[in-house]
C-alpha cells in the first residue's frame, strides 16, 4: 500500500514538471529573469554619448538604450571632465561600439566595447579594448568611427587629421581591421586657408551595405561641409561627387535594399533632415524636419533623429515624409549622435 501510493506520488510530480515545462511563458519568450530584475530584458539598439553625472560633476559617458528609450544604461564612464567620448558606431552583428576616446589634445584612441545583456536583463559593456592610439608627439586626432556593413569585411573606417609642421592639414580616411593593428590610408586631401591654417577634411565615414563603397563628407576651406565625396572601398578612387548648399553632418548610408544617404544639413539658421542618392549630379532633399544625429532603422521604415537642445526631444520619421512618431520627451541621459543598430 505505502508503495502504491509513493509511486502515484512520484508520477503526479513528474507530470505537474512536466506541465510547467512546456507552459512556462518566460522559457517560450526570453531568457528566465531572477527576483528584483527588470520585467523585460534590454534590448540595446541605439547607441550615444552623453553626460554622466558623478559627484555632482559631469563626465562624458557611452550609453545604449531600446528603440523606445528605455533601459538607458552607461556601458562606459570617462575617468575625468577632460576624457572625452564621442562617435559611436555598432559592429555590422551589433555586439560592439566602436568610438573615439580622447584624453589630450592629440592623445586619442580609436576604441571598441562588447554589448550584451546580463542575467539581470540589464545592458553591459565588456571588453574594452584599444584598436588604435596616437600620442601628443603624433600631432593627429581621430574622428568618427564607421564600422563595416558587412561581418566578413572586418573593417572600420575613421578619419586622422594631421598638426604636424610636415603634414600640416593633410587629412585621410583610413581603414583597420576591427581587431585593431596598423591602419592603411585609403584616400586624402589637404586643405588649408589662404593664411595657411587648416580649413577642413573629412568626415563620418559610413559603408554602402554591400561595403563597395564609403561615402564621407568633405569640408571646404570655409569649413563648410559643403561635399559628400563616394570612394570605392577597395581602390579609394572617387566614385561620386554630391555637391550641397548645406552644411552636412552625421553622414550615414541606408540599409540593405535601399540605396540613399541621410544627414543633418544646416542652412545657417536651423539643422534638418536630408535625404540624397549617392550620385554623381543628385540634387539632397529635405521635409524641413529640424533634427540632429539622424539614423536609419535596420529596415528603412523610419529615421530617428534628436530635435536639438531646445527642444529637447528624440523622434523618428518615416523617410522622405513629415510623418514623425515621437520616441522620448527629453533627451536620454543628455544624449546625442544617436546611431541605431543594423
Not at 584598436?131 to 573593417?155: A, E, F, I, Q
Not at 576591427?178 to 584616400?187: D, E, I, K, N
Not at 539643422?271 to 549630379?281: D, K, L, W
Amino acid at each position: 500500500m505505502k508503495s502504491t501510493s509513493l509511486l502515484a506520488a512520484l508520477a503526479f510530480a513528474a507530470a505537474s514538471l512536466l506541465s510547467s515545462c512546456k507552459q512556462d511563458p518566460q522559457s517560450a519568450n526570453g531568457p528566465n529573469l531572477p527576483l528584483n530584475s527588470p520585467s523585460t530584458p534590454a534590448h540595446p539598439a541605439i547607441a550615444y554619448w552623453g553626460i554622466n553625472v558623478i559627484h555632482r560633476t559631469g563626465y562624458r559617458a557611452l550609453g545604449v538604450m531600446d528603440t523606445n528609450a528605455s533601459h538607458q544604461t552607461w556601458l562606459y564612464t570617462a575617468g575625468s571632465t577632460s576624457e572625452i567620448i564621442d562617435y559611436p558606431n555598432w559592429s555590422p552583428t551589433g555586439g560592439s561600439i566602436a568610438f573615439i576616446d580622447m584624453t589630450g589634445t592629440y592623445a586619442n584612441t580609436l576604441q571598441a566595447i562588447d554589448v550584451s545583456v546580463n542575467s539581470n536583463g540589464v545592458a553591459v559593456g565588456s571588453n574594452r579594448r584599444t584598436l588604435y592610439s596616437v600620442s601628443t608627439s603624433d600631432s593627429m586626432k581621430l574622428y568618427t568611427p564607421g564600422w563595416c556593413s558587412v561581418s566578413t569585411t572586418g573593417k572600420i573606417a575613421f578619419m586622422r587629421l594631421h598638426f604636424d609642421h610636415s603634414h600640416y592639414g593633410l587629412a585621410e580616411l583610413c581603414l583597420i581591421s576591427q581587431s585593431g593593428g596598423t591602419p592603411t590610408v585609403l584616400a586624402s586631401i589637404t586643405e588649408l586657408k589662404s593664411n595657411g591654417q587648416i580649413a577642413g577634411g573629412l568626415q563620418y565615414p559610413t559603408w554602402k551595405p554591400d561595403d563597395s563603397k564609403i561615402a564621407v563628407v568633405r569640408q571646404d576651406t570655409a569649413f563648410h561641409c559643403s561635399t559628400i565625396l563616394v570612394f570605392n572601398a577597395s581602390t579609394g578612387a572617387v566614385t561620386d561627387s554630391i555637391p550641397m548648399q548645406v552644411d552636412a553632418f552625421q553622414l550615414e548610408w541606408s540599409r540593405t535594399g535601399q540605396n540613399e544617404l541621410v544627414f543633418c544639413g544646416s542652412n545657417g539658421t536651423s539643422q534638418y533632415v536630408y535625404y540624397t542618392a549617392p550620385t554623381t549630379g543628385s540634387t539632397p532633399s529635405t521635409n524641413s524636419i529640424v533634427g540632429y544625429s539622424s539614423s536609419w532603422s535596420p529596415n528603412n521604415s523610419s529615421v530617428f533623429y534628436w530635435a536639438g537642445y531646445s527642444a529637447g526631444t528624440v523622434s523618428k520619421v518615416v523617410p522622405f515624409s513629415t510623418t514623425t512618431t515621437l520616441v522620448s520627451s527629453s533627451v536620454p541621459n543628455n544624449g546625442q549622435m544617436f546611431r541605431w543598430k543594423r
